[in-house]
């Protein structure tokens, strides 16, 4: 099992560019979120879903959207990048019984 | 609201020197929490859970109801220790499986 994985690793916008942000995984898990990690902040759920076709927003949603239309993939949308939304983005994977698993992480810088 | 605090951003000790991570929770039912760490250029992963009671990599960690603490504790810390630990708190009753992270610690462990 290749668990969560996330593409790209690195990543560098200008203000205004859109882009989408991978993240499958092979484990046949309902429930997926999104969280970014900001330096002395920890992470924050972005958004999540409980199974295909169901998203809902987390703690900080504003600029992003995602749409689940497989159990396997749960992409993120950046429409309009900002300088605030350079960060860490991390997708997880659960299955209501263990742990959360994450995937590897996205690093993102708008400029 | 659900809030899950850790102090320290930086643990420092040196090899052999008792660790202590705090953290704090404030939830009004019956949370699960749990410690992931994060070692340089890996993915986060989960240390703990309070429901589980066990002993990972030698750290401990007690959930205290009435001081609503979740601390982790090693007794004697190794270099390959030094991570970033989070402390996350689920909402027990929750069918969502969301994390609530805290602002995180690096824990620094020198020779």
């Known amino acids: 099992n290749a668990g969560v994985t996330q593409t790209p690793k690195f990543r560098i916008l200008k203000i205004g560019q859109s882009m989408t942000l991978q993240c499958t995984q092979d484990?046949?898990?309902?429930?997926m979120y999104w969280y970014r990690q900001d330096p002395g902040m920890g992470l924050k759920l972005i958004y999540y879903?409980?199974?295909?076709?169901?998203?809902d927003k987390g703690e900080v949603p504003n600029g992003y959207n995602v749409s689940r239309s497989t159990t396997e993939d749960f992409p993120l949308r950046l429409e309009l990048a900002a300088p605030s939304q350079t960060s860490v983005y991390f997708c997880a994977s659960f299955d209501r019984v263990n742990e959360q698993f994450f995937g590897p992480g996205t690093r993102l810088t708008v400029l | 609201a659900q809030r899950v605090t850790q102090p320290e951003k930086l643990l420092s000790v040196f090899k052999g020197a008792p660790v202590e991570l705090k953290c704090n929770y404030s939830?009004?039912?019956?949370?699960?929490l749990f410690w992931y760490v994060q070692y340089s250029r890996q993915r986060l992963q989960l240390l703990l859970r309070?429901?589980s009671r066990e002993s990972i990599k030698g750290f401990t960690a007690d959930l205290n109801k009435g001081e609503t603490s979740f601390h982790l504790k090693k007794p004697f810390a190794q270099e390959e220790d030094s991570a970033m630990y989070y402390c996350a708190l689920s909402e027990g009753s929750s069918n969502t499986g969301k994390l609530i992270f805290g602002q995180g610690t690096t824990l620094q462990v020198k020779p």
């Open positions: 309070h429901i």
């Open positions: 484990m046949n898990h309902n429930y």
């Open positions: 939830y009004s039912g019956s949370p699960e």
């Open positions: 879903s409980v199974g295909a076709g169901i998203t």
